[in-house]
């Protein structure tokens, strides 16, 4: 039986070109219909952009209090570059603006670059086209909008970078699997890696295949999980509440005994530890 309102955690394999808000809109609309109510809520734990395929997860209720906990588990991904080619978003959602040569690119120097400059904690700023906040507002509404965006530099952690397939010489493509912190942008690290091999870069696929200890052949796709959801039953709203007050009510008990035990313990070392007192002698 599911208790959304008390919480859940659902892993997605969220769909190619959809946000992860929208995910998060079909979920809670699924959860509102079942539980007959609009005080759902439901948050997902790391963004995934429309462009990217792979792990999600979706909190409920008070899980949405993990989120922070959730998100800063380490992140795999599978990266599909295309070099020789930048965009302004540096992947597919915009047009190429900046062609570069490649032909001087090989294996080794691939393999030297990645691993003297794109291991271990790196400086790294963020799109232009991302969620970075810049006075309260989305960097990529400004951007979209042909602002100019200054985003400052943020320190991160490569753990693991290696090249999966290379097409060159023939076709100036490359697949990375990367182990990398919260707050990585993989399309910056493309941008990167572009210019430090004196060319460019930009991602053609992107697939996150892992968040701490989720995987995403644990995962369901969202058509998986809305079908699960529509076949489940449910705590009501109301139950939930009576069970968390008696959990509350329980844990103060518990807490307010074990503080009483803890005074008692306090007050027996306080006489323990004071000096004998001295009696008067008779003479």
């Known amino acids: 039986m599911l208790n959304p309102i008390e919480g859940e955690i659902f892993c997605i394999d969220k769909p190619l070109r959809m946000t992860s808000f929208a995910a998060v809109k079909k979920v809670r609309a699924v959860l509102r219909t079942h539980l007959k109510t609009r005080q759902v ?17 979706l909190c409920t209720g008070h899980a949405t209090k993990r989120i922070d906990e959730l998100q800063a588990g380490i992140k795999e991904y599978i990266a599909d570059l295309r070099l ?9 959602e915009t047009e190429v603006d900046a062609t570069f040569e490649w032909h ?24 232009s086209f991302s969620a970075c906040k810049i006075d309260g507002k989305p ?13 400052r530099p943020k320190t991160l ?23 990398c912190s919260k707050g990585t942008y993989i399309r910056a690290l493309a941008r990167d890696i572009g210019a430090a091999l004196d060319s460019g870069a930009h991602l053609t696929g992107l697939r996150r295949t892992r968040v701490g200890d989720v995987r995403v052949e644990d995962c369901l796709t969202l058509d998986a999980l809305v079908e699960k959801l529509d076949t489940e039953t449910y705590v009501s709203p109301e139950q939930a509440a009576a069970e968390r007050l008696e959990r509350e009510r329980i844990e103060n008990r518990e807490r307010a005994a074990r503080q009483k035990a803890e005074r008692q313990v306090r007050k027996q070392e306080r006489k323990c530890d004071a000096p004998p007192r001295r009696t008067s002698q008779i003479k």
């Open 157 to 179: 952690v490569i753990d693991e970078i290696e090249v999966l397939n290379c097409g060159l010489p023939e076709e100036p493509t490359l697949q990375l699997r990367v182990v």
């Open 84 to 92: 020789g080619a930048t965009t302004p978003s540096y992947d597919l």
């Open 104 to 127: 001087h690119i090989d294996r080794e120097l691939i393999d030297s670059v990645l691993q003297e400059q794109f291991t271990g904690s790196i400086e790294q700023v963020p799109p």
């Open 41 to 57: 809520k439901v948050g997902h734990a790391g963004t995934l952009d429309p462009l990217a395929t792979g792990v999600l997860m």
């Open 139 to 151: 960097a990529y509404k400004l951007a979209r909008k042909g602002q100019d965006v200054e985003i």
